[in-house]
């Protein structure tokens, strides 16, 4: 099978980029379009921190052979970020001292963009079940969960209209 | 069948550094034009923090906001020589060799600045932020922006530092094997509370309780996670981690994160963290090293907490539900029917 234009929307934006077969989604997003907030850990589902939203679902992008997402739309930690401003999920893991190392951040971050995006209101057991799928060895956890609990929470306020 | 609750504790004495063949860390620092002063170092930081407490170290001897202050640790060919970021040394070797260099690099800055200020440079100080200023006489002062451009471009000066901390060589006595191996010693103690499932032998930490004597904490916040983070590693070793039963035959031992278990997010004890304070004589601002100490404790506390709950006493990790319930079965089997 010869190399092939594959078409996605990245962060909103239409991107087109050669792909060999079989690419995986996570290397094309950080060798062909350079964004590289996710990272390769495991390369083989089980340690998170290659996240993305792929139509809003997170998943791990070193499993997805980017021909099946062909035209989706994939959300990277590069597009949680508008015109420079950092979002509630990110600010909390800073506020909380959510990271250390700094390499599970990014996909910590996204889990918790999707679980926030279906659900505003997270119980600590929601939080921890989106979460299992990450591996931290920094952190101890604690503090992820307590910043993703924050950032519902600074959410929720938001959203509340004045 | 029950679930048995029990508490341990465990203590432990860590040594800060070490000592082979004498065990350096140097720094250089120099002001930029613009009066950012860059710290080079090759100690590596691989995510502990190291650069932050060096710019910390930097900032509080310059007496300038940490703003303006930049750590390079780009290039072990290139920069000054660092034995490496291990055996809890980093915050205690590379520290104080930075408030040597930056000391040094303050007493140029000074000098500049009397002769911008047309002073003593005894007679200064600086304000922390940014400004340094006559004593008792506030409004003569000059911005180390201003300064680092005169030094750079009226004065012809470098305004820049050396720094080492040297541990020198301490060959063993031969009779004894005594030697002078550390710097100065952290010490920490935690109680563990677990639940044991006597039917299942599965074992639940449910609360660590962390003391840690750290000297100083240069960054309460990292510290603090660090003894919480370290703790998690330690739990994880008691109850999860480990290559066997495969070792030493290792062919299809755990290699990756899908074969090797470790405790998630569901599987956190609740922790309660102090941090104490003994300044150590030769630590930078008294700081000792608790990198790698904050794994330790835990385990023997775990392994007392369970002994605790139901008679058990383990020896070899991980505290796996098959060791709990055999070591169950050998009490049963003492009992007298
Ligand atoms: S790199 Fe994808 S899950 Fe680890
Ligand atoms: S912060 Fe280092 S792995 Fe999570």
Avoid at chain 2, 10 to 36: E, F, W
Avoid at chain 2, 232 to 257: I, K, N, Q
Avoid at chain 2, 279 to 291: D, L, M
Avoid at chain 2, 321 to 326: A, C, H, K
């Amino acid at each position: 099978m010869p190399s092939q234009i594959v078409s996605l929307v990245v962060n909103g934006e239409r991107r087109e980029f050669i792909a060999a077969p079989g690419a995986t989604l996570l290397a094309c997003l950080r060798e062909s379009l350079g964004l590289i907030a996710a990272k390769r850990g495991c390369a083989q589902g089980a340690c998170g921190t290659c996240t993305v939203l792929v139509d809003g679902r997170p998943e791990a992008a070193c499993l997805v052979a980017v021909e099946t997402v062909a035209d989706g739309s994939v959300r990277t930690l590069e597009g949680v970020t508008s015109g420079g401003e950092l979002d509630e999920v990110q600010s909390a893991f800073i506020d909380c001292f959510a990271t250390q190392c700094g390499f599970c951040t990014s996909g910590m971050i996204m889990v918790a963009e999707a679980l926030l995006d279906r659900n505003p209101d997270p119980s600590e057991d929601d939080v921890i079940e989106a979460i299992s799928g990450n591996v931290c060895r920094c952190t101890g956890y604690r503090p992820i969960v307590i910043a993703i609990m924050e950032a519902a929470r600074r959410r929720r306020e938001q959203a509340v209209p004045r | 069948m029950a679930k048995l609750r029990g508490r341990g504790h465990a203590s432990v004495n860590y040594p800060t550094g070490m000592n082979l063949g004498g065990d350096p860390s140097q720094a250089l620092i120099h002001a930029t034009t613009t009066g950012t002063f860059v710290v080079s170092l090759s100690s590596v930081d691989l995510g502990q923090g190291i650069k932050t407490i060096a710019a910390q170290c930097a900032a509080e001897t310059l007496g300038l906001p940490i703003g303006n202050v930049l750590v390079d640790t780009a290039d072990t060919d290139t920069g000054p020589h660092c034995m490496g970021t291990f055996a809890s040394r980093g915050s205690h070797r590379v520290g104080n060799a930075v408030i040597m260099a930056a000391a040094e690099a303050r007493g140029v800055m000074l000098e500049v600045a009397a002769e911008e200020l047309e002073v003593d440079a005894a007679d200064l100080e600086t304000d922390g932020t940014g400004f340094i200023m006559v004593k008792g006489a506030q409004d003569r002062r000059i911005h180390v922006t201003d300064l680092a451009l005169a030094a750079h471009f009226k004065h012809g000066r470098t305004i820049s530092g050396r720094g080492v901390y040297l541990k020198e060589p301490s060959a063993p006595v031969p009779e004894t094997g005594e030697m002078d191996p550390d710097s100065c010693q952290a010490h920490a103690c935690t109680v563990a509370v677990v639940e044991v499932d006597d039917e299942t032998g599965v074992v639940e930490v449910l609360e660590l309780f962390n003391t840690y004597e750290v000297g100083r904490a240069l960054n309460p916040a990292m510290a603090t996670q660090q003894v919480e983070g370290g703790a998690w590693m330690g739990v994880s070793h008691a109850l999860f981690e480990t290559t066997e039963p495969y070792y030493p035959v290792r062919d299809h031992g755990p290699r990756d994160f899908a074969g090797y278990l470790m405790p998630g997010p569901a599987d956190l004890p609740i922790q309660h963290s102090l941090l104490l304070e003994r300044p150590a004589a030769n630590g930078p601002y008294g700081a000792k090293g608790i990198g790698e100490m904050t794994a330790n404790a835990p385990i023997p506390a775990i392994a007392n907490a369970i002994f605790d709950a139901c008679g058990v006493r383990l020896t070899s990790m991980p505290f796996t539900p098959e060791r709990v319930l055999r070591g169950l079965d050998a009490l049963r089997m003492e009992e007298p029917c």
